[in-house]
């Protein structure tokens, strides 16, 4: 079992890496899944715009691994704030800072998390981001996927006595980032993701949808070419029924050790 889900993993591997001639802007190299080099000149920009590239790079770096980094996470979480502090004005900024603080939650649990506060900074960063940029798809699909988790995690009454969080917030959320950009596999492959692991036997007609969209939507970078592999190996795992394989691959694919 282990060796077919190793197998799994990288069997969504070798689409990553896309070619692209003359390769000499940040956004060229991360585009092309060259993220260390993308993060170094990000990095060198010294600007929001160039931190904000550098945390992103680092985050598309950190779903290729084969076991979670907090280290890694770290650095993009230093990224992100760096950014914010150069131009609090950039939504994307915001955006992968909670990102990132979702993924560190998911490695450190769910105790280490909540004392430190990882759950309203990120609202507080996915607040920020949607004050700036309402309509911002990736903050929505975020801010969806803190509202859902907090529910999963904690049920549905103190997940909103605590945090305010619910499943309609949520539900709604990925509506509307679908609706600004409906065919984004990124989107439709985490909205997958979420929801297998919220109720795969009451969502699954949409969860399949979503991962039929995943695997046929267009890769403009790297990371959608990636997505679109994993999502390919998740549709045939849950049409064959392989339910404990795919599953697994979920929680993989969401960063969890």
């Known amino acids: 079992m282990k060796r077919r889900f190793a197998a799994l993993i990288w069997l969504a591997l070798p689409a990553v890496a896309l070619a692209a001639p003359d390769i000499q802007s940040p956004q060229d190299l991360y585009v092309a899944g060259k993220y260390q080099q993308a993060i170094e000149a990000g990095v060198a920009q010294n600007t929001a715009d160039g931190f904000v590239l550098a945390a992103r790079a680092e985050l598309a770096q950190e779903l290729t691994r084969p076991e979670p980094c907090l280290e890694c996470l770290k650095r993009a979480e230093k990224f992100a704030r760096r950014a914010i502090a150069a131009d609090p004005k950039i939504p994307e900024g915001h955006t992968y800072l909670a990102i990132t603080l979702g993924y560190e939650a998911r490695i450190v649990g769910i105790v280490n998390a909540r004392l430190n506060g990882y759950a309203e900074e990120a609202k507080r960063e996915l607040d920020s981001a949607l004050a700036i940029d309402p309509g911002n798809p990736w903050a929505r699909a975020a801010l969806a996927g803190w509202n859902i988790e907090i529910v999963r995690n904690g049920g549905a009454t ?5 945090y305010g969080a619910t499943l309609n917030a949520g539900l709604g959320d990925f ?15 985490q909205y997958a993701l979420t929801m297998s692991r919220f109720d795969l036997d009451t969502y699954r007609n949409e969860i399949e949808d979503s991962l039929k969209r995943a695997a046929s939507g267009k890769a403009l970078t790297a ?9 390919c190996v998740l549709l045939s795992l849950l049409q064959k ?3 404990d394989t795919y599953l697994a691959l979920v929680r993989h694919y969401q960063g969890y050790p």
């Open 175 to 189: 509506a509307a980032a679908f609706k600004v950009q409906p065919n984004n596999p990124v989107l439709r492959f």
């Open 223 to 231: 990371n959608d070419a990636l997505t679109r592999s994993r999502a």
């Open 241 to 243: 029924g392989d339910m």
């Open 158 to 162: 103190l997940a909103n006595l605590m």
